[in-house]
């Protein structure tokens, strides 16, 4: 897991001098101290010193490949222009960032996308012909990373005695994170891997609680690699819940009646190479045969309604279903472990971002489902005591007329094997940050998602009839 590189860093590989950097500092902290670390063998020590030192605050960031990229804000005000958008940028190679595909562009909906330095002109070109305007949400992609990501100098700092929920950490920091989790509070946190990624890292979760109860909830976050305040929230939860367990009468009752599976990071590999290579990384990192695109899309590769609308059958695509459902190692084994608990797992919630949203299923289709009126109730006050933490509003309601339509989501898959409370979060923001929500926004909202999540699961220790008639809907 800790990669020692020599002495001589060089400076072009910057991106991999500030990650092996962070988990050497991280290491050192564990195995060492920190006053200690210049005595440290001489290796160990050198390593530390060139790569702080010859990369200060995120200089050369994953090489510098995203200096000069847009990200542009476009909303089609009606059909002729949907039309027009569509051609153009289903032609022009850009990286959508919502909705997640150029088929997922309608009327008066902004469309966000990254467009890379050598295409501005052309798009702006083609644009301006079609008299469609837009909007300049990031004029600098490059420079927008730095600021998230690269003030590592302050972040060691701010490290250095305890672990630091207030910054984005690497997918070996979190790893290390959850066994030190275990191992310091083995009454309340449990650990285990449910299988293996497609490069073979292991699938670890988390179990929080007083052990064996009857009801359980699921938390899963970093499906998607690219959307890291989901991470940071699912240890942000942890962390919360074991610092408020006996002052918190709300969290207490939770934690004595309910068991929380958390899994930090569901696409490890993705996450991985978010951190390393693309930034912007969606999906898996699976390869098939024939075909030079990689990844699938994991919250498209669930046995549901799989491959139908709103999921693309090409591997290049950001919505790639996948050859065949449960394809992906990672969803399988999650599959795997909740088909095998689902009659104690009253609660699926899935943490992504960013759109500032509260979904329940249907995700496939238009339709009301069975317990819409319990689901409902349950998302409303989720959604009341998020609000009250700073105001910030959230739209709630079904899948996909909230968002849009997809198929092969987890949470129809839950939903369909009788979890009853299916949830997935669109984290913040609204475009303004996008991917790139700046760690100083991790605090705000990871403590209004823990509100969310805590009104969820308390919701589950009450009874609920799910009166259909109560709630007529659409
Ligand atoms: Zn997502």
């Known amino acids: 897991m800790i990669h020692l590189r020599s002495g001589s860093a ?7 001098d500030v990650v092996s950097c962070s988990s050497l500092m991280f290491w050192s ?14 290796l160990l020590a050198s390593v530390m ?34 039309r027009a958008l569509k051609g153009i940028l289903g032609l022009m190679k850009v990286d959508f960032w919502q909705p997640n595909s150029a088929s997922l562009i309608h009327q008066n909906r902004s469309v966000d996308v990254h467009v890379k330095h050598h295409d501005i002109r052309g798009i702006h070109k083609r644009l301006t012909d079609q008299k469609i305007s837009y909007q300049v949400l990031i004029s600098n992609l490059q420079k927008e990373i730095e600021k998230q990501t690269g003030h590592r100098s302050s972040r060691k700092r701010r490290a250095e005695s305890q672990y630091d929920y207030e910054v984005y950490h690497s997918l070996e920091e979190i790893q290390s994170w959850m066994f030190e989790m275990n191992r310091t509070q083995p009454d309340l946190v449990g650990l285990f891997s449910v299988g293996k ?26 499906v998607h690699a690219r959307e890291w305040i989901g991470p940071a929230f699912c240890q942000w939860f942890v962390k919360e819940a074991i610092s408020s367990y006996q002052y918190d009468s709300a969290m207490t ?18 996450y991985h190479y978010s951190w390393n290579t693309d930034r912007f990384w969606r999906k898996t990192r699976s390869k098939i045969r024939k075909f030079h695109c ?18 693309s059958s090409h591997p290049c695509d950001d919505t790639y279903c996948g ?29 992504h971002a960013y759109a500032q949203m509260l979904l329940y299923p249907y995700s496939y289709k238009y339709a009301m489902i069975p317990n819409f009126n319990c689901v409902e109730s349950a998302a409303s006050s989720a959604v009341k005591a998020l609000y009250s933490a700073y105001g910030v509003r959230y739209r709630y309601g ?24 299916a949830f997935a979060f669109e984290l913040r923001d609204t475009g303004y940050f996008g991917f790139l929500l700046p760690e100083s926004l991790i605090k705000p909202t990871c403590t209004e998602t823990t509100r969310a999540v805590k009104a969820i699961a308390s919701g589950l220790l009450k009874k609920c009839n799910p009166d259909k008639d109560r709630f007529p809907y659409i």
Request: proline letters at 6%.
């Open 10 to 16: 060089r400076l072009t590989s910057c991106t991999m």
């Open 29 to 42: 902290r564990r195995i060492l101290g920190y006053r200690c670390a210049f005595h440290v063998p001489a």
């Open 294 to 311: 990689r990844g699938v899309d994991a919250n498209r590769n669930w046995k549901v309604k799989w491959c139908d609308e709103g999921a």
């Open 398 to 421: 079904p899948a996909s007329t909230t968002l849009y339509v997809s198929s092969g989501s987890s949470i129809d898959w839950a939903y369909k094997n009788g979890i009853p409370y």
């Open 49 to 82: 010193i060139c790569s702080s030192l010859l990369c200060p605050a995120g200089a050369f960031l994953y090489n510098n490949r995203y200096a000069g990229d847009r990200v542009l804000r476009i909303t089609p005000s009606n059909e002729q222009e949907v």
């Open 323 to 351: 050859p065949f459902p449960e394809s992906e190692p990672e969803v399988k084994a999650v599959a795997k472990f909740l088909r095998k608990n689902k009659k104690r797992i009253k609660a699926y919630i899935s943490i």
């Open 197 to 222: 990624s497609y490069e073979g890292r292991p699938l670890y979760v988390l179990q929080l609680g007083k052990r064996n109860q009857k009801k359980a909830v699921w938390i899963d976050c970093g």
């Open 253 to 270: 009752r939770l934690l004595n009646q309910l068991s929380f599976y958390i899994m930090p990071v569901f696409n490890v590999d993705g």
